[in-house]
Structure formats: C-alpha cells, structure tokens
C-alpha cells in the first residue's frame, strides 16, 4: 500500500520533532550565554551552551545535580570553585571536569573576555 506524500511528510516531521536531530550552532556574539542544546528531545540527555565573561565577572555558585559537566575554556583565564573552597585554574585551550552533585561557580580572574563552553550530561 502505498501512503500520499502528505502523510509521509507528516510522519517525517513527527520523527523529527521527538528525536534529536543534527544542528549547527554559531558561537559568535557577545549575549553572556548561547544555548547549544537543551536535553530531550532535541538532545538524548545533553545540555551545553556557550558563556562569556566580562573581566571579574562570573556565572554564580550552582550544582549540575545528578548530572556531570565539562569545560571548554576558548578563550581568557578563570577561576572554578568547586564545594566552595577547592579551586582550579582555568585558561584557553583547557578543559576541566566537574563531578555530579558537586556545588561550583566559574569567574572570570583574567583582564580580557573568558569564553568557554559547558556540555552538561546526565550520569545514567
């Protein structure tokens, strides 16, 4: 049996809108965060975006709960502190790990913009 294109297309587009899909992300500009993704659907489970910091300033103390997180530093240096006392520097080209359930906040301790990237993802 064969189904009129109408239908197919509707199908298709259904399949798309509760799968994730491939996409491109331009990570230019100066908005303090761009979304990359932000879980399901249009991800299986991964968050991540783009942060730019202005010179002392930071993204403030959070927790990523039961899921993990990694940093890209692109460009600028920082500071990450995790659990409120253990600190880690951060600067261009380095990428630092950040537990689950682990309370953090990443400032900007350099004289010139700090660009990172976050991807957040679930741990099971």
């Known amino acids: 049996m064969r189904l009129p294109l109408a239908v197919l297309l509707s199908a298709s587009v259904a399949f798309a809108a509760d799968h994730p899909v491939p996409k491109v992300v331009p990570l230019s500009g ?27 300033q930071s993204v403030g103390e959070h927790t990523t709960g039961d899921h993990e997180e990694v940093l890209v530093v692109l460009e600028g240096r920082g500071e990450m502190v995790l659990g409120g006392s253990q600190k ?33 993802a679930p741990t099971k």
């Not at 489970?45 to 910091?53: A, E, N, P, Q």
């Not at 400032?107 to 913009?113: H, K």
């Open 88 to 120: 880690l520097a951060v600067e261009a080209d380095h990428a630092i790990y950040c537990p689950p359930r682990t309370t953090h906040n990443v400032t900007n301790t350099g004289t010139t913009p700090l660009r990172y990237v976050y991807v957040v």
């Open 30 to 56: 100066t908005a303090k965060e761009v979304p990359i993704l932000s879980g399901p659907p249009e991800s299986a489970g991964m968050r991540s975006g783009r942060v730019l910091l202005a010179p002392g």
